[in-house]
């Protein structure tokens, strides 16, 4: 995929037959340590990310004679050597390259950052999603500094944190009431 300037890309990947790529919160810490080491060397802006133990998300804008392509492959492939050396593992971590989806609209841009942050609760690894260490959620709502993302794309939309807090926590009430409304009970006719 051709990366343009100043465009928004969702970017996602996760490992080779489903796999878990991150077996421990030190893994997570090491990839977020590369995100940022590369993200300033590539010129590449992170606006939103996580990590799970199978995938990752990430929300990327290349700066003006940056490479998103670069970035991602030289940050997941010195992860991908770090993990190989530490599980004496060889052969791919990752299925394939990173997949790149270009947001041309600032719904899907806000409905993919609000996706990328309720992803932890909706797989039942959290009730909340500021209970993720490896998102910045918490970022976005104002309970820790920012480090790996910065707070651009948040204040474009969303006059203080809480609006984005409420926002999210919006959604997450519509959907429980939706499935709610939704199930049957099983010796209903």
């Given amino acids: 995929m051709k990366y343009l300037d100043s465009q928004y890309y969702h970017i996602y990947n996760r490992g080779a037959h489903k796999e878990i790529i991150f077996l421990s919160d030190e893994n ?6 590369l995100i940022k080491k590369y993200k300033e060397i590539y010129k590449v802006k992170i606006l939103t990310y996580y990590l799970m133990p199978n995938h990752y998300h990430l929300i990327l804008q290349q700066e003006q004679a940056g490479s998103i392509s670069r970035f991602l492959q030289t940050t997941f492939n010195a992860y991908s050597q770090a993990i190989n050396k530490e599980t ?28 990328i942050h309720l992803n932890p609760v909706v797989a039942k690894l959290v009730e909340k999603p500021e209970e993720w260490e490896f998102s910045d959620f918490r970022e976005w709502i ?9 707070l651009e794309l948040r204040q474009v ?27 049957v009970y099983p010796y209903e006719g």
């Fill in 28 to 33: 997570c810490y090491y990839c977020l340590r």
């Fill in 88 to 115: 004496k593992h060889s052969g791919t971590l990752f299925q394939g390259r990173a997949k790149g989806v270009s947001i041309n609209t600032d719904e899907h841009l806000l409905h993919l950052v609000r996706y």
């Fill in 142 to 150: 104002g309970e820790r500094s920012y480090t790996y993302s910065n």
């Fill in 157 to 183: 939309y969303f006059k203080e944190a809480k609006e984005y807090k409420l926002f999210v926590d919006g959604y997450r009430h519509e959907q429980e009431i939706q499935l709610l409304t939704n199930y």
